[in-house]
């Protein structure tokens, strides 16, 4: 599917009370365009219900489901199970947050992959609990801010980096996982276009900037995911069936440094922890595409606790 | 057709004669035989029904509302931690009207992990939503199945059912049982033709977020549900009679409490001893008769008022413990009668799966006597119970 040719059926319709600029409910809206009426959605708890379905409005014009927080993967498990019973041919979709699946829903959506269900997992991974008011996750970055993880006097930001949720839910040897931005929409289009061909467990992870959470201009959410992409933050790729490919690759790295600074939640970190973030994306870069990150990018003098980071970087990625 | 079967048994041919479509399951001890009955049912092809080996209770009451919210009939069972590990998830089916049928059997809720008959894990969520239904044997546990989807899909209901069944006591242990007809089941229960699902050619949402303007209604609606299901419970009740021979009265059944002055009201299969030790008490000139009680949600709070009005004195048997004092039958029953001027005692017992026997059914009846009397008794009782007892 073009771009031009993307249907604008106003599945998930205007109206609904996301901040503006919100990365999940532009993912979202994105990606309900391309799955078409024969879809049916569970939401857990999070913005996407506050935003979408506050009675007596509702956003979702294809049949939504909604009960608790850590029971993506069940629903959707159970409510495909009824559609198959009753030979119904739907696609059974979850919007699950980093929360939802990196932490809470970790257990559930591990189930759903291991039986290999025959349902799509797509994680708005904003980085942190924002439907709570920015609490820190499993997701949420090396350095960041958030009410849990605050710029105190003794300690800055959140201290570990952020959990592999990928290399998790690929090592359920489920057949498609792939991650997603909204800032490459042809990427986007293809890989939701992709997931809908395959049967079984597939898992679309998308990157969703947050207005609030991130502290950032509303109107740079698409700019801040591109740059997300070119500094190594975020990386565009897709496995199938254990196969992994690039889908996307910067033309030259970018500094990570770049990217921290658009956001709020970044803008408190010292000269020492930007270094650290950067040596872990660098480390990333390479396992990534299997090539060292640019030189001015990364042949930095290490800060001075490197072996810690080192310590760190093992702890994370193994030697 | 007779068969010899445990309690899990006629639980899973319940389920499959009611044409369950969908069954998630995760197994505790004492429910295990009923989703291993229901696995071997459905890999022998004799049952058409989707099978999930969810990864834990949780998972399976989350799968079980999706399924049930995409039109599903769904049955699954669950005992004790697996019950509580489901709270969250109970409280989600009820109000958003999800008809799934859910047996519970019976034990001990840790701490102190027991795996015996105890019923702090299914009185524990009684104010849930789920109607809750309580049998004496193995022949109820399969018929109420069968009577829950009447219940629970009923338009004037719609919503989820827990039949409660006596761990080992009916789990594991073999009775003779009479298994009905296919066809007869099928002329007594529909297919499930639920109004409102998560159907693309009919969009709805279920499970929006409601603001405070809208709540109270949204309880009032589910609270008048269960007023409703009174009377639908007679109706099911009178109906499977007539179509499959088996009466079991309803809300409450009642032995030999035609001119009873003391009332013992019996959970489960202490009934059976209880009937036992009546006809021996009766025989030796002492009124005495038995109401047991089978919904505990909805609770038969008229019917009760009706066969108690004539007594002089009632007897609560209870297989738990309100830390509030008594246990909850106690306490409801109490409630129930308050303003008859009739005295309720508890006789607490069984508490763990210890064995209640007819020595103290007999001394459960003594002292509900001489409170029928008149002589002074305490409120509470802790039957054979280490420490200061009757």
């Known amino acids: ?319 | 057709m007779k068969k010899v079967i445990t309690g899990d048994h006629a639980v899973a041919i319940g389920a499959k004669l009611s044409r369950a479509d969908v069954v998630p399951a995760y197994p505790i001890t004492p429910q295990t035989l009923i989703i291993e009955h229901i696995a071997d049912f459905v890999n022998d092809g004799e049952m058409d029904a989707k099978f999930l080996t969810m990864e834990s209770e949780h998972s399976v009451m989350s799968a079980a509302a999706a399924a049930s919210a995409a039109g599903a009939r769904v049955f699954t069972a669950t005992s004790s931690q697996g019950l509580a590990f489901m709270y969250e998830m109970l409280y989600a089916t009820a109000p958003l009207r999800l008809p799934v049928v859910m047996v519970n059997a019976n034990r001990t809720l840790t701490a102190p992990p027991g795996i015996w008959c105890e019923y702090n894990d299914s009185m524990g969520v009684r104010d849930s939503g789920w109607l809750q239904v309580y049998v004496e044997d193995n022949q109820e546990a399969l018929d109420m199945v069968i009577q829950s989807y009447r219940i629970a899909e009923d338009k004037r209901v719609l919503l989820p059912v827990m039949p409660c069944i006596d761990g080992f006591v009916l789990t594991h242990t073999v009775e003779p049982v009479e298994v009905p007809q296919q066809q007869d089941v099928d002329s007594f229960l529909p297919p499930y033709t639920p109004d409102i699902i998560l159907d693309p050619e009919r969009p709805a949402m279920i499970g929006t977020l409601m603001p405070a303007e809208y709540i109270m209604e949204m309880r009032r609606q589910t609270a008048d549900a269960f007023e409703s299901a009174k009377k639908v419970i007679q109706e099911v009740n009178d109906e499977f009679a007539k179509k499959l021979g088996r009466n079991y009265g309803g809300m409450i059944d009642t032995y030999r409490m035609e001119d009873a002055e003391a009332a013992l009201i019996t959970i489960g299969t202490v009934t059976s001893t209880s009937r036992e030790v009546v006809d021996d008490l009766r025989k030796a000139g002492k009124k005495v008769g038995i109401v047991k009680l089978r919904f505990f949600r909805p609770f038969p709070s008229e019917e009760l008022r009706k066969v108690l009005s004539g007594v002089s004195a009632v007897g609560v048997f209870d297989r738990s413990i309100s830390y509030h004092g008594g246990g909850p039958a106690y306490n409801e029953v109490r409630s129930t009668l308050y303003g008859l001027m009739i005295p309720v005692i508890n006789h607490l017992a069984g508490i763990g799966g210890r064995d209640v026997t007819k020595e103290q059914i007999v001394k459960m009846f003594d002292l509900t006597l001489k409170a029928a009397k008149g002589e002074k008794v305490k409120e509470i009782y802790w039957h054979n119970t280490r420490g200061e007892t009757v």
């Not at chain 1, 119904?88 to 947050?97: E, I, L, P, R």
């Not at chain 1, 790729?237 to 939640?265: A, C, F, H, S």
Request: net charge positive; glycine share 10%.
């Open chain 1, 1 to 319: 599917m073009k771009l031009k040719d993307l249907p604008d059926d106003n599945l998930f319709t205007a109206g609904h009370t996301a901040c503006p600029g919100c990365g999940a409910a532009m993912s979202i809206r994105n990606a309900i365009r391309i799955l078409g009426k024969d879809t049916v959605v569970y939401v857990p708890a999070s913005c996407a219900v506050v935003f979408g379905t506050t009675f007596p409005y509702g956003a979702w014009k294809v049949p939504f489901f909604h009960t608790a927080f850590e029971n993506t993967g069940a629903c959707l498990t159970g409510m495909k199970a009824a559609f198959e019973k009753k030979g119904k041919n739907v696609t059974a979709v979850g919007f699950a947050g980093d929360g939802g699946t990196y932490d809470i829903g970790l257990q559930s959506m591990s189930g759903a992959a291991e039986r290999n269900d025959d349902i799509l997992y797509i994680c708005l991974d904003n980085e942190a609990y924002m439907n709570t008011g920015i609490q820190r996750s499993g997701g949420t970055p090396f350095g960041a801010w958030t009410t849990t993880t605050p710029v105190g006097k003794e300690v800055q930001g959140n201290r570990r980096f952020k959990k592999n949720l990928a290399d998790i839910v690929i090592a359920h040897e489920i057949p498609y996982y792939a991650t997603l931005s909204i800032g490459h929409p042809m990427d986007f289009i293809r890989k939701v276009e992709k997931a809908m061909t395959i049967k079984g467990f597939r898992f679309l992870h998308m990157f969703t900037p947050c207005i609030p959470g991130w502290k950032m201009d509303p109107a740079k959410t698409v700019e801040v995911t591109k740059l997300a992409v070119e500094s190594g933050m975020w990386t565009l790729y897709e496995v199938e069936n254990g196969e992994k490919k690039i889908t996307y690759k910067p033309g030259k790295m970018r500094r990570v440094r770049d990217y921290l600074m658009m956001q709020g939640r970044f803008r408190h970190m010292s000269e020492e922890d930007i270094k650290k973030l950067q040596m872990w994306v660098c480390r990333k870069w390479n396992l990534h595409y299997g090539e060292k990150g640019a030189p001015e990018v990364c042949e930095i003098a290490p800060p001075e606790e490197h072996h810690a980071v080192t310590e760190e970087h093992r702890e994370m990625h193994g030697p």
